[in-house]
């Protein structure tokens, strides 16, 4: 988003697992836009990056609503880290790995493991794996299989999450993912 005010309509009128925030929004003040956020109860995970990084801003952060401060410039890595820990925390889980019968997914790694063999996937395969893993047993519409796949702006097949699906059914057990007709699809648990 270019502006505090876009942000908060994006956020009103759609369904995100997390939200990075900076601080320094034209339009609108993140802190701002996080303070009505929590006014209003939603629960969406806030991640701030931002270059103010005086104790002060930090704790007028915290104490806003963020679930996590993380001051600019920052390493890529440390962000994904962030990212992880905020959304896991927020699914009420301590470990980073997600597992599922016998499927394992460690998002840290970048690693499956299926009855305990490792097995290759491509990013945008993982990336499908893991929105489905987030909830195991809950069925993820392809539109959320989308978003959780592509970026914004990116061009999407039609039929490109049923491509992935087709590869992950391949390289694990056709049984594994289940489509769930008209409304979208779910992993399900094997031993």
Avoid: C
């Avoid at 908060?8 to 759609?14: D, K, P, R, V």
């Avoid at 499956?112 to 990013?123: I, T, Y």
Wanted: charged share 30%; hydrophobic share 45%.
């Amino acid at each position: 988003m270019q502006d505090g005010a876009q942000a908060e309509l994006a956020i009103a009128n759609g369904t995100y697992d997390l939200a990075l925030l900076d601080l320094a929004l034209p339009r609108k003040d993140g802190l701002e836009l996080l303070k009505g956020l929590r006014r209003r109860s939603v629960e969406l995970p806030v991640l701030v990056i931002t270059a103010r990084d005086s104790l002060a801003d930090r704790v007028a952060g915290l104490d806003s609503g963020a679930d996590d401060y993380l001051v600019k410039p920052f390493d890529l890595d440390e962000l994904l880290a962030r990212v992880r820990a905020v959304v896991r925390r927020r699914a009420g889980r301590g470990s980073p790995e997600l597992s599922y019968g016998a499927l394992t997914l460690d998002p840290a790694r970048r690693e499956v493991r299926f009855r305990g063999a490792l097995v290759e996937l491509s990013a945008r395969e993982f990336a499908v794996l893991e929105a489905l893993m987030k909830e195991p047993g809950a069925v993820v519409s392809r539109d959320r299989l989308e978003d959780a796949v592509y970026g914004w702006g990116e061009e999407i097949g039609s039929n490109s999450i049923e491509v992935h699906l087709h590869h992950l059914r391949r390289k694990l057990v056709p049984e594994l993912i289940r489509n769930v007709r008209g409304v979208g699809y779910r992993v399900v648990q094997l031993d």
